[in-house]
Each structure stands twice: as structure tokens, then as C-alpha cells.
């Protein structure tokens, strides 16, 4: 018994992981070579808001072959990181957390779901401000505070998205981001960043970073502060340009920003098949000193057609156009010089929260937080219970399980995950093994809607959220 104890621990202690990164002011940076750190994400919700299920026990990383059949894939398209919406705290994520990091990529973990009480809602946020929610979120924390790859969480997705939610949420979502805050402060061997994911709806934008951002008077370790900000933002649509999208207009307003802001989601589908042009601008000095990259929405095909893979219900996949084409945008861009920049050291501090950071009239302008709810500053002090935990593990096989085919029908060999050296972050050209098709265009696969083709611009802000089921917002419509 003690030989086995022995080698397990020696196993768990050779699983190579990615760098644990560090939010440095408006970077994130790797502690390892003192470069920051460029998101080049996916948004990753197999089967919508339908993939996670807490009856049948699954959600997106609960099921290794699965997870290693995308990882490969995304492995080979570039992604260092995924953003994961809706999880079950009490499943098993070890071994999907290590096929992930073995691939070179980080997590960003929501920390709410579509169901009822797991989500701060839009409507009369201070009813679904109690102990049992916040228990919920903190078991999600537990349950991935362990994993080296997990680089971020989202106490919120879109739960302000007009006017009227501005006027009622921000002090509750503020209070969420704290209370998560101080349950890792308390519970985490190391600091994990916590912040909010906002809709790109440019009224209340500025309004909703300036109150999650500044920094409450007389707080001298103010953990209600988001760490981190990000925005879901579908406004470069087809062949765009920089000013054209207005990405000119969201460089301008986040200058100077003391946190590190990303697209959590971007990629809008109107018209279609996208180009993914604004790939580019993204990752180019006109974005790099201000934004820190993004996140495509999204990574499998659902009714909202973003998809770049088809999944069948048999877990066999099938690229789609898109895949190839957001292929096609990375191999243009110099990763070496994208990674390699060293993080300058940086003064910006947040403003002081005052109402005079608000611009939109009826916008909340009170800083005063409500307080932790009945039960909740106990969960806080002694950890939620049952308490999940997680821990990388050997992965001993690593070829892909599931048949995958090119656009053209044409079946993928050689897939698997390449595992990659300790501290290494994955990259385009780093997986290079299969047999995947350099062909551009829409494939046979995919299935375009002709009411989603002639969609307007503008509804493509809310509709890949709303699709995830984010509680949060169908509360409100």
C-alpha cells in the first residue's frame, strides 16, 4: 500500500502543466518568462445549455473521450483557452482538466447556470441573493481552484443588458465577484482572478466597467473590484474594418484600463459563412496594449449556427467552413511576437468609485454593497460541504476515440493530443500530426438558416448568450 501511495504520488507530481499566470495591472502575464499572456480562446458548451444536466450527471467536462476528441482539435487550430458556462460542481473534472492542460490550454469557468438558483437574475437581482446560491458558486471554485490551467472565473454573464438592469444589478453582482473573491482568499493556495462578462451594449458599456472596476473609498483591500474584465461583443461582422466594427471606439474607452480586459465572446455569423477577419485587428498593435485577445463563440454546432464542429449524436464530428477559415486567420499572425512581449510595469490605478463615473442617466451610483446573506459568512469561513476537489491526473491513452472528418467527408488520421512540455502554452503549429484539410469555404456540413442570414447586426449581441440559456438574461426578457 505504501509502494502504490508512493508512486501515485510521484505520478501526480511528473503531469507536465501549463504556467499558472498572474494578473499583473491591465495584463495577464506568465510568472515564467515575464511576457504577457494574449487569450486566444473558444467558447466551449457541447449540446448548449442542454449539455449540462444534472440528472444524467454530464456537463462539458465530465466526459474524458469527448473532451480529448475536442482538445485535439482545438489543439491543432491554435486555442490556449476555453470558456466553460455551465458546470456541475459535483462531477469529476480531473481528467478533462489534464487533457486540456496537456494540450497548453486554460480554463475560464463560469460560475453560474441556467437553472433556477444558480444564477443572479436580471429581475429583482436581491431575490436570488441568498446563501444556497452563493454555496452553489463557491462549489464551483472548489471544485477548480486546484487545476493549474484554470486562469479565471465569471461571477456573471450579461446580467446587465439595458437601461433598466443598470439601474438594479450592479451592487449585487458587485457583491457576488466579493464574496467569490473572499471565499479563494480564504480557501485557494493561490489568487485566482474573478470578474464580470458584459453584453457590448455600448449605452451602459462604460457605465457597467467604470462601477465594476473602480475602487470603493476607505476600502483598504477593496475585494469587491473585478479583477478582470471582459465583454461579448459581435459588432465587426464580414469584412469589417477597424473603425467600420467600432473596435476603435472600445481601444478608446478601455485606455488606461488597470485590469485586464478580452472579448469573452466575438465572431458574429451575419453574413455568413464568417471570415474572421477581425482576427487581424485583434491581435495587432491596434488592440495588443489595451486588449488582451479573445474568445470565439463558439467551439460545437448548435441551432444559433456559430459552430466551427458538428457534432453527431454519436460524438463523431465533422469540421465545419468555419473551423478552416478561423484556421486560416491564425496561421497569418506572428505568435511568436504576439506571446512575446515582455509585460511592462504599469501605474494605472482604478478610479475612485464615485457617481461620477456614471454617464447614463438612471445607471446605479450606489457603492454601498448589500451584506452577505443569512448562513453565508459561515460557508465562507468554513468552506462549502460536501467540499469537490480537483487534481491533475495521468492520461495514458491520448488518441482520439470518436471518427472525424474533414468538410469534405473525407475521415481525419492521426488524431490525438500531443502532449506538450512542462510550461509550454499551446500555439498554432504545435499539433501537426493529422491529416486536416487546408481547404477554406463552407462545407457540406454546415447548415446556414435563411432567417438567421438576414438577422440585423444588433441582435447578435445577446442571441449567443441567450442561446446558452444564461438565466440571468431570459429573466429579463
Avoid at 486562469?151 to 457583491?175: H, I, Q, W
Avoid at 488592440?287 to 463558439?298: A, K, L
Avoid at 464530428?317 to 504599469?346: C, M, T, V
Avoid at 472528418?405 to 500530426?433: F, H, S, W, Y
Wanted: charged content about 20%.
Amino acid at each position: 500500500m505504501l509502494l502504490q501511495t508512493a508512486l501515485a504520488a510521484l505520478g501526480a507530481a511528473v503531469v507536465a502543466a501549463v504556467p499558472t499566470l498572474e494578473v499583473r495591472g491591465p495584463y495577464f502575464v506568465n510568472p515564467k518568462t515575464g511576457n504577457r499572456f494574449q487569450v486566444v480562446g473558444v467558447a466551449y458548451q457541447p449540446g448548449g445549455s442542454a449539455g449540462y444536466n444534472k440528472e444524467l450527471k454530464k456537463d462539458p467536462l465530465s466526459d474524458p473521450d469527448v473532451c480529448l476528441r475536442d482538445a485535439a482539435l482545438m489543439q491543432i487550430l491554435g486555442i490556449n483557452t476555453i470558456r466553460v458556462y455551465n458546470l456541475n460542481p459535483d462531477l469529476n473534472h480531473d481528467e478533462c482538466a489534464s487533457i486540456f492542460n496537456a494540450a497548453g490550454m486554460y480554463m475560464i469557468i463560469d460560475v453560474n447556470s441556467p437553472l433556477v438558483g444558480e444564477a443572479l437574475t436580471s429581475h429583482n437581482p436581491w431575490e436570488s441573493y441568498y446563501a444556497a446560491y452563493l454555496n452553489r458558486t463557491f462549489a464551483v471554485v472548489e471544485a477548480f481552484k486546484n487545476y493549474p490551467n484554470t486562469l479565471a472565473f465569471f461571477s456573471g454573464n450579461e446580467v446587465l443588458n439595458n437601461n433598466k438592469t443598470g439601474a438594479t444589478v450592479p451592487p449585487y453582482m458587485r457583491a457576488v465577484t466579493r464574496d467569490i473573491k473572499n471565499y479563494i482568499k480564504n480557501h485557494s493556495s493561490r489568487p485566482i482572478p474573478v470578474g464580470y462578462s458584459a453584453a457590448d451594449v455600448r449605452e451602459i458599456l462604460f457605465d457597467t466597467y467604470n462601477y465594476f472596476q473602480c475602487s470603493i473609498e476607505g476600502e483598504k483591500d477593496d475585494m469587491s473590484r473585478g479583477d478582470i474584465f471582459a465583454l461579448n461583443s459581435y459588432s465587426w461582422c464580414g469584412d469589417s474594418s477597424f473603425k467600420e466594427a467600432s473596435y476603435d471606439e472600445l481601444v478608446s474607452g478601455f485606455t488606461g484600463t488597470a485590469v485586464p480586459v478580452f472579448f469573452s465572446e466575438y465572431g458574429c455569423n451575419v453574413p455568413y459563412p464568417r471570415i474572421f477577419t477581425e482576427v487581424g485587428s485583434i491581435y495587432s498593435p491596434d488592440m495588443w496594449d489595451v486588449f488582451s485577445g479573445g474568445v470565439v463563440y463558439e467551439y460545437t454546432q448548435e441551432d444559433n449556427n456559430y459552430g466551427l464542429v458538428k457534432i453527431d449524436a454519436n460524438g463523431n464530428a465533422q469540421l465545419l467552413g468555419d473551423y478552416l477559415a478561423l484556421r486560416e486567420q491564425y496561421s497569418k499572425l506572428n505568435f511568436d511576437e504576439i506571446q512575446g512581449q515582455s509585460a511592462p510595469k504599469s501605474d494605472a490605478k482604478p478610479p475612485v468609485c464615485s457617481e461620477k463615473l456614471i454617464t447614463t442617466e438612471g445607471f446605479n451610483t450606489n457603492f454601498t454593497l448589500p451584506v452577505l446573506p443569512p448562513g453565508a459568512p459561515e460557508i465562507i469561513k468554513d468552506g462549502v460541504k460536501p467540499r469537490p476537489s480537483g487534481k491533475l491526473v495521468e492520461i495514458k491513452d491520448w488518441k482520439v476515440k470518436y471518427t472525424v472528418k474533414n468538410p469534405d467527408g473525407t475521415v481525419i488520421t492521426n488524431l490525438a493530443v500531443q502532449p506538450l512540455a512542462d510550461d509550454e502554452i499551446n500555439r498554432p503549429g504545435l499539433n501537426t500530426e493529422a491529416d486536416i484539410s487546408s481547404a477554406t469555404g463552407t462545407s457540406s456540413a454546415d447548415s446556414p438558416k435563411e432567417s438567421e442570414d438576414a438577422a440585423p447586426r444588433a441582435a447578435a449581441v445577446l442571441l449567443p448568450a441567450f442561446a446558452m440559456g444564461a438565466f440571468a438574461v431570459m429573466a429579463n426578457l
